[in-house]
């Protein structure tokens, strides 16, 4: 059984910065694909950052402003979030699988609130 712990969301400035950081426990974190999905209120949940087999992948709305990346000495994922907008607004979940199957992961974390505003 895998658990994932999100930390480090919180309330922003337009403008600022945060981290987000996933330690994930049991399982085989270094050939698992990690994500971070984010759900608004009343909107989908969208598929924010990914790493995979097949390299990483970004949504259009944060190229350039965030970056994911992974420790697999610590299984701990990241999301480095800079130039945050108020649309960055959301609960930010940390996933993992073990099978690649990163659009449709087995394990999600509890969420961490993300909120940007003056």
């Known amino acids: 059984q895998v658990q994932l712990v999100e930390s480090g969301g919180g309330l922003v400035q337009p403008g600022g910065s945060l981290r987000l950081s996933c330690v994930a426990s049991?399982?085989?974190?270094?050939?698992?694909?990690v994500g971070w999905y984010r759900q608004a209120l009343g909107m989908q949940r969208e598929l924010v950052a990914s790493m995979h087999r097949g390299g990483i992948d970004y949504i259009d709305s944060v190229k350039g402003r965030f970056t994911i990346s992974r420790d697999n000495a610590k299984n701990t994922v990241y999301l480095q979030m800079n130039g945050l907008k108020p649309e960055d607004t959301a609960v930010y979940f940390c996933?993992?699988?073990?099978?690649?199957?990163?659009?449709?992961?087995?394990?999600w974390g509890q969420g961490t609130q993300v909120t940007v505003a003056s």
């Open positions: 049991g399982g085989i974190f270094s050939r698992s694909a």
């Open positions: 996933t993992l699988d073990p099978w690649d199957d990163y659009g449709n992961p087995r394990y």
